[in-house]
């Protein structure tokens, strides 16, 4: 029996030597990232408006999380077909269950040093203060809403698998789906009636309004005290948050293994040779 | 254990691709046409046949990277696809393109690879370190990107990754295509070598006759995937009236060419 902990590893080190040789394009990717959030959050600095400049604030930070999270555990697989290495890792003596966690465990690492940088470059850009928010309440909120996350990931993640070409641009797309109905940076009510509904698949959607109330924007004094309300007010977001996270993780790894061997009866894996 | 190393009994493998924007339009290209060939354990076997023969197609139904769409495949005594985790503990596999992660080392390629098969650190890079340097590979260039190693380099990395692992059956998809003659022989030594002290099954593909005739007990000729001539390489040079192995190679792949050309020609 070979060691489950051993091969966990494997894919943890894989993917930090990866990181560690695209240094360069991290670096370029965290700058843009607090770059863009930063420009989002001085909408609300320039409206003079405490309450817009925090909910963007930890959209941003949410978001950054989360979407590196997904995006990290989709393309892992989208990178492997561009290097070809994909045969090679399908054919080691390795259950799906633990290669995809341990790409899902190094993206959880990764995606949380992340945010914690963008957080960092945040403050150059804004003035914030987070006194008074329910900060355990949140990051409870974020290891919950990751489990989702990295159960769409993982769905994702078969596109690539499918489809050499085609797969890495759908993952892109459902990216930008995910970004537009969660409310990321505005209220769902402001969305199309139609689009509404999509809103409440997205486990964005919960995890950011869960956010909001731990954070305390809604409930802040008149003179700008953030007044964090407690877990206990999120119960039925993170009811829902896990919920999603335990259908939407063993529902990943089910399509994965489909996916696998739709390839593998029409040759799909295949690069040259 | 005496069971067979491989069984293949009229495997099939077909490759659909749809022309039409609508369903039911598809072309059909048949890889493998019923083939059915058995290896002993320790045995080498070569596979020879043209190009786009089906070759790495059958490598890749034996290592459980293609599901064949007929016939029967067993490995070491287990059934694919039915048992593909126990046939993956024991297979290894290099194939022509040197499929690595570019920007990372032959050292973390290599470690990437061990780990997944459960290797110790130490143990493995050691024994990465001895197969390389055998295989002449710059061991000044152990930690560098394989980016900037040229393609010989990259295909003994290949051919170092599967060896690393000692398994029992190894299978070789042209594993000295792009090598120098000096590095193809170190290859050919270090294959026997695991053969006498291992006792390592080999199935080898190749478009060198004499690295077949050197390596393989037993030789299958494919073509248009078909099985159309087994047996020593003395057998199949008497069998296409002698010569040498290109030669038989040339008039036995090509017979069923022509056999094929008349009945389309007839057919029309
Ligand atoms: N994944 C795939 N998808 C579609 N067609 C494929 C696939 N793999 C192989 N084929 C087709 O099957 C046939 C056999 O290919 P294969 O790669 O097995 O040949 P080969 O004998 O290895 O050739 P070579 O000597 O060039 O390596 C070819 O016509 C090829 O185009
Ligand atoms: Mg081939």
């Given at each position: 029996?070979?060691s ?28 843009y ?9 001085l ?21 950054s ?19 070809g ?7 080691a003596?390795?259950?799906?269950l ?20 963008v ?24 290891v ?11 769905i994702?993640?078969i ?11 759908a ?11 969660s409310?990321?940076?505005?209220p ?33 004094t ?52 | ?8 009994s ?19 290209e ?11 354990q ?17 490598i ?29 503990e024991r ?18 390629n ?27 590979f710059?061991?000044?260039r152990f ?34 295509t ?39 007990d ?26 040498t192995?290109?030669d ?17 020609a007839?057919?029309?």
């Amino acid at each position: 029996m070979i060691s489950r902990f051993k091969q966990t590893w494997a894919f943890v080190y894989r993917d930090y030597q990866l990181t560690r040789r695209y240094w360069s394009w991290v670096v370029v990717f965290t700058v843009y990232a607090v770059v863009s959030g930063a420009s989002v959050a001085l909408i609300g600095v320039a409206s003079n408006d405490r309450k817009l400049t925090l909910t963007l604030t930890i959209g941003v930070l949410f978001w950054s999380v989360l979407s590196v999270l997904f995006n990290e555990i989709a393309m892992s697989i989208a990178f492997e077909r561009w290097e070809g290495t994909l045969e090679y890792t399908f054919m080691a003596p390795v259950s799906r269950l633990i290669h995809l966690t341990g790409v899902s465990l190094y993206a959880a690492a990764y995606s949380t040093l992340r945010a914690i940088a963008v957080l960092g470059g945040l403050f150059l850009f804004l003035d914030l203060d987070f006194t008074g928010a329910n900060l355990f309440g949140l990051l409870i909120v974020l290891v919950v809403s990751s489990l989702a996350f990295v159960g769409l990931g993982l769905i994702a993640a078969i596109l690539p698998v499918m489809s050499p070409e085609r797969g890495a641009e759908a993952t892109n797309i459902f990216q930008s789906i995910l970004l537009l109905v969660s409310g990321v940076y505005y209220p769902i009510s402001v969305l199309p009636k139609w689009v509404q509904p999509f809103a409440a698949l997205s486990p964005a959607t919960y995890a950011l309004n869960a956010s909001r109330k731990l954070l305390g924007v809604e409930t802040m004094t008149p003179d700008g005290k953030l007044i964090g309300q407690p877990l206990a007010s999120v119960q039925s977001e993170l009811v829902t948050l896990a919920a999603l996270g335990l259908l939407l993780v063993p529902l990943g790894l089910w399509v994965f293994g489909m996916a696998e061997r739709w390839a593998k009866r029409t040759g799909k894996l295949k690069r040259t040779g | 254990m005496s069971c067979l190393a491989i069984r293949v009994s009229q495997v099939k493998k077909v490759f659909r691709k749809r022309t039409g924007w609508w369903r039911g339009q598809s072309t059909e290209e048949w890889a493998l046409k019923g083939v059915s060939f058995h290896l002993k354990q320790g045995e080498a076997y070569g596979l020879l046949g043209p190009n786009g023969s089906g070759k790495s197609t059958l490598i890749r139904v034996l290592s459980t990277l293609l599901v064949p769409d007929g016939g029967e495949v067993e490995v070491l005594g287990y059934k694919l696809p039915e048992q593909e985790a126990q046939v993956r503990e024991r297979i290894g596999r290099v194939s022509v393109d040197a499929a690595f992660y570019k920007k990372l080392s032959a050292r973390e390629n290599l470690l990437y690879s061990a780990f997944l098969y459960g290797f110790d650190k130490a143990e493995a890079e050691k024994r990465a370190r001895e197969i390389l340097g055998r295989l002449g590979f710059p061991l000044r260039r152990f930690s560098d990107p394989l980016e900037e190693a040229s393609r010989g380099m990259q295909q003994k990395v290949a051919i170092a990754r599967a060896l690393l692992l000692q398994p029992p059956l190894l299978l070789l998809d042209e594993p000295t295509t792009g090598l120098d003659p000096k590095s193809k022989r170190e290859v050919q030594e270090f294959i026997e070598e695991l053969r006498r002290e291992s006792g390592t099954t080999i199935l080898l593909t190749t478009h060198d006759m004499f690295e077949a005739e050197r390596l393989c007990d037993r030789i299958g000729m494919l073509a248009h995937g078909s099985l159309v001539a087994e047996g020593s390489a003395e057998d199949l040079v008497r069998l296409a009236g002698g010569g040498t192995l290109e030669d038989a190679f040339i008039k036995l792949s090509g017979e069923k060419l022509t056999g094929e050309e008349e009945a389309t020609a007839e057919g029309a």
